[in-house]
């Protein structure tokens, strides 16, 4: 599914982030840039050691939640790593949503400022963080089409979902957006 917003596109697709040939995919990565389970794991370790030796270089304190930071991409076809660190959800009151909303802007503003016209995101803290999917994908979604807005680098931004219902969470949401 596609869809073309302020010049810009907005894709979804079905997939394993890591096998993305665009200029940066963005991690769903913790605070300490610790590396771990799920997609983290997956792009340190089709990735290499490069990866997680520039970040212990480069930010030794690591990130903040609601933020990102950028290396370069290791092994994978994609030149830049954006590891955003999403929010732990515990009951959406506690300030998840700007979080998560957050992460993204960080992320797009990073892809921005290195040049990529295309983006790969995951459902970021969908997974070990528990933000319920609907919810996730309707801040994602928006972020996105807002980014669009502001011209500059980035052309495409690209969902890849890990699930055929991450997929339908995302395409409900992509639904509710104004062409
Ligand atoms: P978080 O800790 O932010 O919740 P997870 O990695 O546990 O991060 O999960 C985030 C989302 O990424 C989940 O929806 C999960 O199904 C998905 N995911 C896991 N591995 C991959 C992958 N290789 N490519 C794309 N998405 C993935």
Redesign the pocket.
């Known amino acids: 599914m596609k869809k073309t917003i302020h010049g810009g596109t907005i894709e979804l697709t079905v997939?394993?982030?890591?096998l993305q040939a665009v200029d940066a995919i963005v991690n769903?990565a913790?605070s300490r840039l610790a590396g771990?389970?799920?997609?983290?794991?997956?792009?340190h370790r089709r990735g290499g050691p490069a990866i997680m030796d520039e970040t212990r270089k480069k930010y030794p304190q690591g990130c903040p939640t609601g933020s990102a930071v950028i290396s370069g991409g290791g092994k994978l076809k994609a030149g830049h790593i954006i590891h955003a660190v999403?929010p732990?959800y515990r009951d959406g009151r506690s300030g998840e949503t700007e979080k998560l909303a957050g992460a993204h802007r960080a992320s797009l503003e990073l892809a921005k400022e290195n040049g990529c016209a295309s983006v790969a995101f995951?459902?970021?803290?969908?997974?070990?963080?528990?933000?319920p999917?609907h919810e996730a994908a309707r801040v994602a979604i928006r972020e996105a089409a807002n980014f669009l807005a502001d011209p500059g680098s980035v052309q495409l931004i690209r969902f890849?979902?890990?699930?055929q219902d991450?997929y339908d969470g995302f395409a409900k949401a992509m639904e509710a957006i104004e062409p």
């Open positions: 997939g394993d982030i890591t769903a913790n771990g389970g799920g997609v983290d794991g997956a792009i999403g732990v995951p459902a970021i803290s969908t997974g070990a963080y528990g933000y999917l890849v979902l890990y699930s991450a």
